[in-house]
């Protein structure tokens, strides 16, 4: 099995001087090709920018990280775009669905801009929308949505194009237990069957019951614990 992320000495800091303030320090990790793995801990404790330098959203202050082998550090911003679109899905707690779209084109809209072609777009986003439970949603636009609908919508996005790896910042936070279940099962599937990397953050014991491993972050650094033990927690 591969490595499919690989983090090396990761940091970020905000600001400068006495105001400066570390929100990742010095992290390393890396994550095999079909791996769910699980970043928990508290608010503030950095991980929703760590997912953020992940997804080359964010630009370290120091360290690197590969993908596939290709170092996101070593890009420059057109580069990063293109490799993200191609290799990358992901779905933070604000859910940057277009607003003059509908559910169906906003997941349309990832494999177009791959190059996709229009009935084989259309065909794919239907189908994830439909096993997401949107099946009768397909033309609302997003204010025509709950916040829940819409979550999923972006989880569909994230996924629909088949990305090298998948970042999720709390993907079941605003679904009922039924719902967040069959969206894990879901993201679970589709790593076992693609080989897609998967890391989400969060807070719910009921998405550490479908991982193979469980990373925690406290004040800005990484401390790998057992799934036994996060479960007590």
Not at 217 to 222: F, L, N
Request: proline content about 3%.
């Amino acid at each position: 099995m591969g490595v499919a992320l690989e983090v090396r000495n990761v940091t970020k800091i905000y600001g400068s001087g006495e105001n400066a303030v570390v929100a990742v320090n010095d992290v390393s990790f890396s994550v095999a090709e079909g791996e769910f793995v699980a970043l928990v801990g508290p608010s503030g404790s950095g991980k929703t920018t760590l997912l953020a330098m992940l997804a080359g959203l964010l630009y370290p202050t120091h360290g690197s990280i590969y993908i596939d082998g290709q170092d996101l550090t070593k890009m420059n911003e057109v580069q990063r775009t293109a490799f993200r679109r191609q290799r990358i899905g992901f779905t933070f707690q604000a859910n940057n669905l277009m607003p003059y779209l509908t559910a169906r084109e906003n997941v349309e809209l990832m494999m177009r801009l791959n190059g996709g072609c229009k009935s084989e777009c259309n065909r794919m986003a239907v189908d994830l929308l439909s096993r997401l439970g949107l099946g009768h949603r397909l033309n609302n636009l997003p204010r025509q949505l709950s916040g829940g609908e819409q979550q999923r919508v972006a989880i569909a996005r994230a996924m629909v194009k088949e990305p090298t790896l998948i970042l999720a910042d709390e993907p079941t936070g605003n679904l009922d237990t039924n719902t967040g279940n069959q969206i894990l099962e879901l993201l679970n599937r589709r790593c076992l069957e693609t080989r897609t990397t998967l890391i989400v953050a969060t807070h719910s014991p009921l998405t550490c019951r479908y991982v193979n491993r469980i990373l925690r972050m406290v004040d800005g650094t990484i401390v790998e614990t057992s799934l036994d033990e996060e479960m007590t927690r």
